[in-house]
């Protein structure tokens, strides 16, 4: 690495830390969870105005920003070649805010070098982060080969419909990177099936059941309303029991984490699923259903259904039951399932049909097939040099079960910025969970990296 670059970059970071740190807190503030559809708002008010306010600051940096019809937006840096240019994605809506929280979720606060906040790291710390990698290639006056576009998803955590909307109306970059993720850079993403197992029509024992909060998180509280005394149940580890009404409302308290890296988790919905089953609170057709859910509950690698497997490139399969409620008087469970090449959607759906039998069924099934890119293209090895460079690893590409934008696009990766090494503090906590937090030197060495991978990814021959 050039010396005097390094130098100058290292100014240019200490220079804006502050007013960087303060840029996230801007987007951080507002709620962007999605919400219903309005005029202007294909996903609700709060991904727009994230997405307003992310126009507007990169507006403020000097960059010529696009609004896509409300769907979506991009600030771009201009080049020379009128038909090719790179981009970055990030997205500036967040996954619901959940439970355990010890401070206002949408306050950004400072503690120890660490952001707390929903979306420090997933994913506005990073969105703000590629506009001052941007920035400094903007003030520094590179006269660029191919135009670069920093792309802002509002749509990533629920159905990622920004990006389809952008890419049926606007071309596609010729390499596009999205710091939604780990470094070094993942070269490959599992396949995602997702689906809900439904109960007949129960009237029986189980008033009400309700947990999760999204699809994609492991869910730490659930609980079951049961017509039953309270005098004839006993306790259990990680169960409370209430009396409500004339019944007990029994309550499971977990471990929440993303379903794409379920280890450590303890899923709610299962604490109590067994504890209605050990202490007989089910007529038959809800203990039928019952099994069922304890098949999809008893392991993460999808044993207890039939679907364990792995492969080379991607490892085991992981599954999780994010959601639970009622709807009809039937009992519904959300389940989201990553999943490598040994297996696929329509092999998922026959297995997990036989597994559950005749006490639920298997429905509204969706699914996407894994993807994988050689780790010796030009574009990656771009970004992994770059990141070997500055850090002195000697890192190699990775796959994972997490699903980013990068599965949408032609050409593309994840890339940062969060690290797997560095521990969490005891007072933070993991992207979807409680008290997100990011470190803020692990930030600042990411502007580092997407400027130098960036200029790097220029002299490519796309």
């Known amino acids: 690495m050039d010396q005097a670059l390094n130098q100058k970059i290292d100014a240019y970071i200490a220079e804006n830390k ?48 696009r609004n896509c019809e409300n769907y979506i937006g991009y600030a771009e840096l201009a080049g020379a070649d009128p038909e090719k240019y790179l981009a970055t994605i990030c997205h500036v809506d967040v996954v619901p805010v959940g439970n355990g929280w010890t401070a206002d979720p949408f306050k950004m606060r400072i503690q120890d070098g660490w952001l707390l906040g929903r979306g420090v790291s997933d994913d506005k710390g990073p969105m703000i982060v590629t506009l001052y990698a941007l920035k400094f290639l903007k003030e520094q006056g590179y006269q660029l080969r191919y135009p670069i576009r920093a792309i802002v998803g509002d749509n990533e955590e629920t159905h990622m419909n920004d990006v389809k909307y952008y890419l049926e109306n606007y071309p596609a970059p010729v390499f596009c990177f999205t710091p939604d993720a780990e470094f070094p850079v993942c070269n490959g993403e599992k396949g995602h099936f997702g689906g809900k ?25 659930a609980s079951a309303l049961v017509k039953t005394d309270i005098r004839k149940l006993k306790n259990a580890p990680n169960i409370t029991l209430e009396p409500e009404g004339d019944g007990v409302r029994v309550r499971g308290w977990g471990k929440s984490g993303h379903a794409a890296m379920p280890e450590g988790t303890v899923n709610a919905i299962g604490l109590v699923v067994e504890y209605l089953l050990d202490n007989g609170l089910c007529n038959d057709v809800e203990r039928a259903y019952l099994e069922a859910l304890r098949k999809l509950h008893s392991s993460t690698a999808g044993t207890g259904l039939g679907i364990d497997c792995a492969d080379g490139p991607f490892g085991p399969l992981t599954i999780i039951g994010g959601r639970i409620y009622m709807e009809d008087g039937k009992l519904v469970q959300t389940i989201d399932s990553r999943f490598p090449t040994c297996t696929d959607g329509e092999k998922l759906t026959a297995q997990i049909t036989a597994a559950l039998g005749d006490g639920a069924k298997l429905e509204d099934v969706d699914a996407a097939e894994p993807f994988y890119i050689e780790a010796d293209s030009p574009a990656i090895r771009a970004c992994i040099d770059t990141y070997n460079e500055v850090t002195g690893e000697n890192a190699t590409p990775f796959t994972m079960g997490g699903g980013t934008y990068a599965r949408h696009f ?39 990296i997407y400027i130098l991978a960036l200029l790097r990814l220029e002299e490519v021959d796309f």
């Open 18 to 65: 502050e007013q960087l740190l303060q840029d996230i807190a801007a987007l951080v503030a507002i709620d962007s969870v999605e919400g219903t559809p309005e005029e202007g708002a294909p996903f609700g008010a709060g991904p727009r105005a994230a997405l307003d306010k992310t126009l507007e600051l990169a507006a403020g940096m000097g960059f010529a920003t």
């Open 197 to 221: 197992i439904v109960s007949p029509v129960c009237n029986g024992v189980i008033a009400e059941f309700e947990g999760g909060v999204a699809n994609n998180a492991v869910p730490d509280r």
């Open 410 to 448: 032609p050409y593309a990766v994840s890339f940062g910025p969060e690290h797997e090494d560095v521990k969490l503090p005891e007072f933070g906590g993991p992207m979807h969970g409680a008290n997100e937090a990011a470190p803020i030197d692990k930030l600042l060495e990411a502007v580092k």
